[in-house]
Each structure stands twice: as C-alpha cells, then as structure tokens.
C-alpha cells in the first residue's frame, strides 16, 4: 500500500506556486485568486471590475470549474483572454494547473491577472497558486456566521467582498457581526461592500485593486 500524506502534496503545491509567482513577476502580471463558495457572484464581480477599469489595465482570466466553459464564454464574449481549466472532479485548483494555464496566455501582454477558483470555502485555501493578492467573497445570500463557520479561508485572505448588498433589505444578514467577525480573524484584511448588479462599491474597489496592483 502507498500513502501519501497530505502535507508532502502542499509541500510541492507550495514549491510551483513560488516558481508560478516568480514568473508573474517577471512578467509584471499581477495576480489575483478570487475565491468563494458557488454562487458568491465571482465571475459578476469579475465583469463588473473589468468593466469599471477598462482601458486602465490590461486583464486575463483563468477559470477553474469542474466542468463546462459557461463562465470562460462570459469573460471570452467582452473581447478578455481567458483560459479555461476543467478541474474534472478536483474541488480547487492548485499551482501546477495554473501554470498549464499561464503557458497559454501571453503574460508579458498582462498586468492583471484573475484566477477565478472553484466555487468551495473549504479546501481552496490550503492552496497557494503563486498569487500577489487573495479575495475572498462572501454573499449577503449566504449568511452572516459563514466567516465563522470557515475561518482558514478568511483568515488567509487579504481582502474581503461582501456582495449582492442589494439584497440586503431582503434579508437578514448583519453586516456589523460579518466585518468584526472578518476584523477577528484578519485584522489586516480590506472589506469592500458591493452590489455588482446594481454597481454599488465597485468603483472604490476597482481603484483599491489598481492602486494595490501598481504597488502603492
Ligand atoms: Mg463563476
Ligand atoms: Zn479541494
């Protein structure tokens, strides 16, 4: 019988996402992992932001899902560079299919780069994929007590979204409870608030990531 202990496989996930950080790097292609549980609004975010800063950056995504491209076809049809990975099962993704990613992209064309990951609070945070900034998205749809029922992924997160706050009227999430249960855990972490529908928030966030992304 063979047995691989988990803390061997993060070990080497840990060695390709330092070379894939190198490579963005030296491609001065900031890096961003956005994750979130299904349904969070992750790819909504990311149009909204591309939306808002247009000509200011030039943007790339990469898509992780299990299956389908429904998500790469959004960002594909605004005219952005996009690369698809099928995870085929695999609940997130992990440095070394990013970098299969980032061999087809033109990296020195790209000063930002969005790995959008599979949608799952749970095991995603345990997987570095070479990246400057992680956003963690948290929907007003899907409760207050999430950040504290799934610590590791705010804890290891440097900036927080709450979107959909369109819904709130709707709804009784407390935004109070969610941000000091954020401050708890990541003191040192951006929150945003969002409404990509309605284009709440995302011109302040969109400066946020620009200003972060050129290193001020
Ligand atoms: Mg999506
Ligand atoms: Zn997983």
Known sequence: MKIIAAKKLLKANDKYARENRERFTASGTYTINVVGSPG???????EALMENLGGRASPAVI???????IDAQRIESRGI???QINTEGACH?????????ADGLDLDGIDLLW????????????FDLGEQLRLVILSIS????????????FQKADVLVITKVDLLPQSDFNLQRAESDMKHLA???KIFQVSARQGQGIDELADWLLRTSHGE
Request: charged share 20%; net charge negative; proline share 6%.
């Open 93 to 101: 993704l992990d440095a070394t299919m990013v970098a299969a990613a």
């Open 187 to 189: 003191p040192k972490a």
């Open 63 to 69: 898509e992780g899902d299990l299956a389908s491209t």
């Open 81 to 83: 560079p996009v690369v």
């Open 142 to 153: 899907e409760g207050d007590d999430k950040i504290v029922k799934y610590p590791t992924i």
């Open 40 to 46: 969070c609004g992750k790819t909504t975010l990311l």
């Open 115 to 126: 790995i959008e990951n599979v949608g799952n609070l749970v095991c995603t945070a345990g």
